[in-house]
């Protein structure tokens, strides 16, 4: 179920016993899996990781994410066609990067949050939910 907020963003309502979907678009998958532990046991559902642009814009198509978590460098290119996507679908964007310049990210993806790498795994968590409006 949809939700138009007064920004006109379009969030989901959980029902009870429903988790939040995060969409996890790694290459790394010792970090992919570092980060999918520490969510899974704060109460979310991950969907990846994916370590590319296809299989993460593939796996967008099937489901819509609640939010996303992007690694900005990729096995196939930098994340923009996914980035792009999802800002389409109203989907929440934490940048999760070694190599990206936050403020150009901030620019072209508003509302967005940078985690620059490295980054611990609960102050990922709190991006997550500071950009579903949870605060941190």
Not at 7 to 17: I, M, V
Not at 79 to 86: D, E, K, S, W
């Amino acid at each position: 179920m949809t939700s138009m907020t007064d920004g006109g963003s379009d969030q989901r309502l959980l029902k009870p016993g429903e988790t939040t979907v995060v969409l996890l678009v790694e290459d790394e998958m010792i970090i992919a899996f570092d980060i999918a532990d520490q969510l899974i046991s704060s109460g979310f559902d991950i969907n990846g990781p994916h370590p590319s642009n296809v299989k993460a814009l593939s796996a967008i198509e099937v489901a819509r994410p609640d939010v996303a978590i992007l690694d900005v460098q990729l096995a196939d290119g930098d994340v923009y066609p996914v980035a792009t996507r999802l800002y389409e679908m109203n989907v929440p964007i934490v940048f999760h990067s070694g190599h990206a310049d936050p403020g150009q990210l901030k620019l072209q993806f508003p509302g967005a949050v940078v985690c620059t790498k490295p980054c611990s795994a609960g102050r990922l968590e709190s991006a997550v939910r500071s950009v579903m409006g949870g605060g941190d």
